[in-house]
Protein backbone atom coordinates (compact mmCIF):
# COMPACT_ATOMS: atom_id res chain seq x y z
CA UNK A 1 0.00 0.00 0.00
CA UNK A 2 1.29 3.77 -0.39
CA UNK A 3 1.39 4.08 3.71
CA UNK A 4 3.78 0.85 3.77
CA UNK A 5 5.82 1.77 0.73
CA UNK A 6 6.40 5.50 1.40
CA UNK A 7 5.48 6.32 4.95
CA UNK A 8 6.39 3.39 7.50
CA UNK A 9 9.50 4.33 8.64
CA UNK A 10 9.29 8.51 7.38
CA UNK A 11 12.35 9.67 5.45
CA UNK A 12 14.58 11.76 7.08
CA UNK A 13 14.02 14.99 5.10
CA UNK A 14 11.08 16.19 2.68
CA UNK A 15 12.89 15.63 -0.52
CA UNK A 16 13.60 11.78 0.51
CA UNK A 17 9.61 11.34 1.47
CA UNK A 18 8.92 13.08 -1.70
CA UNK A 19 10.92 10.95 -4.00
CA UNK A 20 9.84 8.18 -2.22
CA UNK A 21 6.17 8.97 -3.53
CA UNK A 22 7.26 9.67 -6.50
CA UNK A 23 8.71 6.25 -7.03
CA UNK A 24 5.20 4.55 -5.69
CA UNK A 25 3.13 6.90 -8.03
CA UNK A 26 5.64 5.43 -10.71
CA UNK A 27 5.72 1.60 -10.11
CA UNK A 28 1.39 1.99 -9.47
CA UNK A 29 0.58 3.42 -12.53
CA UNK A 30 3.34 2.55 -15.16
CA UNK A 31 5.32 -0.75 -13.76
CA UNK A 32 2.49 -2.60 -12.14
CA UNK A 33 -0.67 -3.81 -13.75
CA UNK A 34 -3.75 -3.83 -11.83
CA UNK A 35 -6.37 -6.93 -11.98
CA UNK A 36 -9.54 -4.60 -12.11
CA UNK A 37 -8.21 -3.20 -15.41
CA UNK A 38 -7.67 -6.46 -16.88
CA UNK A 39 -4.17 -6.25 -16.06
CA UNK A 40 -2.73 -3.01 -17.52
CA UNK A 41 -1.58 -0.43 -16.48
CA UNK A 42 -3.19 2.55 -15.08
CA UNK A 43 -1.29 4.98 -17.05
CA UNK A 44 -1.88 3.31 -20.24
CA UNK A 45 -6.16 4.74 -19.20
CA UNK A 46 -5.76 8.13 -18.33
CA UNK A 47 -6.42 10.98 -20.81
CA UNK A 48 -5.50 14.50 -20.07
CA UNK A 49 -8.26 16.65 -19.62
CA UNK A 50 -9.43 18.97 -22.68
CA UNK A 51 -10.86 21.56 -20.31
CA UNK A 52 -9.10 24.63 -19.82
CA UNK A 53 -9.15 26.06 -16.17
CA UNK A 54 -8.14 29.54 -15.50
CA UNK A 55 -5.58 30.62 -13.45
CA UNK A 56 -7.72 32.84 -11.22
CA UNK A 57 -11.45 32.49 -10.70
CA UNK A 58 -13.38 35.66 -11.74
CA UNK A 59 -14.76 37.47 -9.01
CA UNK A 60 -18.67 37.31 -9.15
CA UNK A 61 -20.70 40.19 -10.51
CA UNK A 62 -24.15 40.94 -9.45
CA UNK A 63 -26.64 43.31 -11.01
CA UNK A 64 -26.92 46.54 -9.30
CA UNK A 65 -30.48 45.78 -7.63
CA UNK A 66 -28.22 43.29 -5.21
CA UNK A 67 -25.95 44.40 -2.70
CA UNK A 68 -22.99 42.58 -1.96
CA UNK A 69 -22.62 41.10 1.94
CA UNK A 70 -19.57 39.88 2.96
CA UNK A 71 -19.17 36.01 4.45
CA UNK A 72 -16.66 36.45 7.30
CA UNK A 73 -13.91 33.97 7.95
CA UNK A 74 -15.74 31.04 9.59
CA UNK A 75 -18.57 31.06 7.44
CA UNK A 76 -21.06 33.60 8.65
CA UNK A 77 -22.84 36.68 7.05
CA UNK A 78 -24.29 39.51 9.45
CA UNK A 79 -27.06 41.52 8.37
CA UNK A 80 -29.45 43.52 9.78
CA UNK A 81 -27.98 42.26 13.52
CA UNK A 82 -28.49 39.02 12.58
CA UNK A 83 -25.53 36.63 12.24
CA UNK A 84 -26.29 34.02 9.92
CA UNK A 85 -24.05 31.10 9.22
CA UNK A 86 -23.95 29.85 5.25
CA UNK A 87 -20.96 28.13 5.02
CA UNK A 88 -17.64 27.86 6.21
CA UNK A 89 -16.97 26.67 2.35
CA UNK A 90 -17.93 30.47 1.79
CA UNK A 91 -15.62 31.81 4.06
CA UNK A 92 -14.42 35.62 2.90
CA UNK A 93 -16.22 35.39 0.09
CA UNK A 94 -18.78 37.56 -1.26
CA UNK A 95 -22.56 36.86 -2.09
CA UNK A 96 -25.49 38.86 -3.42
CA UNK A 97 -28.09 39.73 -0.98
CA UNK A 98 -31.33 40.26 -3.35
CA UNK A 99 -34.50 42.18 -1.41
CA UNK A 100 -37.41 40.21 -2.54
CA UNK A 101 -39.82 41.80 -0.01
CA UNK A 102 -39.81 44.01 3.06
CA UNK A 103 -39.03 41.23 5.24
CA UNK A 104 -37.04 38.49 2.79
CA UNK A 105 -33.72 38.82 1.11
CA UNK A 106 -32.75 36.19 -1.08
CA UNK A 107 -28.67 34.85 -1.30
CA UNK A 108 -26.74 34.21 -4.36
CA UNK A 109 -23.61 33.13 -5.07
CA UNK A 110 -22.14 33.22 -8.69
CA UNK A 111 -25.12 32.48 -10.59
CA UNK A 112 -26.83 29.96 -7.43
CA UNK A 113 -29.51 31.22 -5.43
CA UNK A 114 -28.88 29.73 -2.02
CA UNK A 115 -31.62 30.48 0.32
CA UNK A 116 -34.07 33.21 1.50
CA UNK A 117 -33.03 34.98 5.11
CA UNK A 118 -36.16 36.39 7.18
CA UNK A 119 -34.84 39.49 8.35
CA UNK A 120 -37.43 39.62 11.20
CA UNK A 121 -36.33 36.76 12.59
CA UNK A 122 -32.70 36.07 11.25
CA UNK A 123 -33.59 32.68 10.38
CA UNK A 124 -32.15 31.37 6.97
CA UNK A 125 -34.75 29.11 5.07
CA UNK A 126 -34.38 27.15 2.48
CA UNK A 127 -35.45 26.43 -1.55
CA UNK A 128 -36.37 23.07 -2.54
CA UNK A 129 -33.78 22.65 -5.18
CA UNK A 130 -31.55 25.79 -5.32
CA UNK A 131 -29.32 24.66 -7.82
CA UNK A 132 -32.16 25.29 -10.51
CA UNK A 133 -32.48 29.45 -9.56
CA UNK A 134 -29.74 31.53 -11.11
CA UNK A 135 -29.59 35.44 -11.64
CA UNK A 136 -31.40 37.64 -12.80
CA UNK A 137 -34.36 35.79 -10.63
CA UNK A 138 -37.86 36.65 -10.93
CA UNK A 139 -39.40 37.65 -7.15
CA UNK A 140 -40.70 35.00 -4.82
CA UNK A 141 -39.22 31.89 -3.34
Known amino acids: TLK ?4 LPPRSSLETQQKAFRDF ?3 FNYLRPHEGIQNSFPANHYQKSKRKFPKRIVKASYPTNIMIGEINDIGNLHIEGHRIFLSSALADEEVGLEEISDRH ?3 HFYGVSLGVIDLYTGKLLHFKNPMQSSLPSESGF
Open 4 to 7: EETA
Open 25 to 27: QKE
Open 105 to 107: VKI
